[in-house]
C-alpha cells in the first residue's frame, strides 16, 4: 500500500469522554444522520463490549472508528474521516487498526453493515477482504435503506495486510 504524507503525519489513540465533542462535530460532518453525544458517551462510558479509536493529525482528530468485541467477532459499528482528508487511504490506515485492536482480543472475523448506496466504503471493505454475505432489509431507519452485511475471516492474508501497512506508517 503507498501511503501519503498526510498518512505519515497521524497518530491513533483510544477515545476518552474528553474528546466526544471533536468526535460529534465530526459525525455531524460526516453524517445526514449522525450519533447523538449521549450515544458515545453510552458507547465510552457503559458498553463494555465497546471499543474506539480516534486518528489525530497534529493533535486534532480527523477521524474515528469503534467496534463491539463480542467473544471472538468484532462488529464494527463507525468509521469516520474528516471531509478534508478523505481519499488520502486514512480510512484503510484506521480500519486497519481497528482490526489490530480487535486481534489483540483474539477476534476471529469481523462485520459490519454497509449502506446499499455507499460503493465506496464498499470497495475498500472488499480490498481489504470483507465479502458480501447478505442484506438487511430497510436498516437504515432515515431512509429505510437497505444495508448490505459484510464478513471478514481474520486469517494469515489480514494479518500480512495489518503488519505491511504498520511498517509502512509511522504513526503510533
Given at each position: 500500500?503507498?501511503?501519503?504524507k498526510e498518512?505519515?503525519?497521524?497518530?491513533?489513540?483510544m477515545?476518552?469522554?474528553?474528546?466526544?465533542p471533536a468526535?460529534?462535530?465530526?459525525?455531524?460532518?460526516c453524517?445526514?444522520?449522525?450519533w447523538?453525544r449521549?450515544?458515545f458517551e453510552?458507547?465510552?462510558v457503559?458498553?463494555?463490549?465497546?471499543r474506539y479509536?480516534?486518528m489525530?493529525?497534529?493533535e486534532?482528530?480527523?477521524?474515528?472508528?469503534?467496534t463491539?468485541m463480542i467473544?471472538?467477532?468484532?462488529h464494527?459499528?463507525?468509521?469516520a474521516?474528516?471531509?478534508?482528508?478523505?481519499?488520502?487511504k486514512?480510512g484503510?490506515?484506521?480500519?486497519?487498526?481497528l482490526?489490530?485492536?480487535?486481534m489483540v482480543y483474539a477476534?476471529?472475523r469481523?462485520?459490519?453493515?454497509?449502506?446499499?448506496?455507499?460503493?465506496?466504503?464498499?470497495?475498500?471493505?472488499?480490498?481489504?477482504?470483507?465479502l458480501?454475505?447478505?442484506?438487511?432489509?430497510?436498516y437504515?431507519s432515515?431512509?429505510?435503506?437497505?444495508a448490505?452485511i459484510?464478513?471478514l475471516?481474520?486469517?494469515e492474508?489480514?494479518?500480512?495486510?495489518?503488519?505491511?501497512?504498520k511498517?509502512t506508517?509511522?504513526g503510533?
Open positions: 500500500m503507498t501511503e501519503s498518512a505519515k503525519d497521524i497518530s491513533f489513540r477515545m476518552e469522554v474528553k474528546d466526544i468526535v460529534h462535530a465530526l459525525e455531524q460532518q453524517y445526514h444522520y449522525p447523538s449521549e450515544a453510552s458507547e465510552i457503559k458498553n463494555h463490549f465497546a479509536i480516534v489525530l493529525r497534529d486534532e482528530i480527523i477521524g474515528y472508528a469503534g463491539w467473544v471472538d467477532e468484532a464494527i459499528t463507525n468509521i474521516v474528516h471531509p478534508s482528508y478523505r481519499g488520502k486514512l484503510e490506515v484506521m480500519l486497519y487498526r482490526l489490530e485492536m480487535a477476534v476471529k469481523a462485520t459490519l453493515e454497509v449502506r446499499a448506496s455507499n460503493y465506496a466504503a464498499q470497495a475498500l471493505y472488499r480490498k481489504i477482504g470483507f458480501d454475505s447478505g442484506v438487511r432489509k430497510g437504515y432515515d431512509n429505510k435503506e437497505d448490505i459484510m464478513w475471516e481474520i486469517d492474508e489480514t494479518v500480512r495486510k495489518i503488519e505491511q501497512t511498517n506508517h509511522s503510533n
